[in-house]
């Protein structure tokens, strides 16, 4: 059963990537509720997706400067998405939309069981 999951992870990584990030968004959302700080759930979103990002855009410099790139192209390519092959751009997309789905969902959430405290006070 493991086995089956981790072949299945190994070989679709955008899905894996999706998966990790729902659960990295829920956990980051749920202690930033817990410290009480503004607007939890797009913070956890935009974290979860800005490490993606940088995770993408950093193999993709590794990938463009082993293809003969300088180093300054290089960074400049994977900063602004220029050279990034259609799995990197997955890679980053699919998390991304995950986490500002489980974002928009726990704030739905959070704002009826709002909702329903008040009207019961």
């Known amino acids: 059963m493991f086995g089956t999951l981790v072949a299945f992870m190994v070989a679709n990584p955008a899905t894996s990537h999706a998966m990790t990030a729902v659960l990295e968004t829920i956990g980051m959302a749920a202690?930033?509720?817990l410290l009480r700080t503004p607007r939890p759930e797009g913070t956890a979103a935009l974290l979860v997706s800005?490490?993606?990002?940088?995770r993408e855009a950093g193999q993709r410099e590794h990938d463009i400067k082993h293809a003969g790139w300088d180093a300054v192209q290089a960074h400049l390519g994977?900063?602004?998405?220029?050279?990034?092959?259609?799995p990197n751009l997955q890679q980053w997309v699919a998390p991304t939309c995950a986490a500002w789905m489980v974002a928009g969902a726990l704030y739905w959430f959070r704002s009826r069981t709002?909702?329903?405290?008040?009207?019961r006070r």
Do not use: K
Request: no cysteine; proline share 0%.
């Open 50 to 54: 800005t490490y993606y990002y940088g």
């Open 78 to 86: 994977a900063e602004f998405l220029y050279g990034w092959s259609w």
């Open 31 to 33: 202690v930033l509720i």
């Open 114 to 119: 709002e909702r329903v405290r008040t009207a």
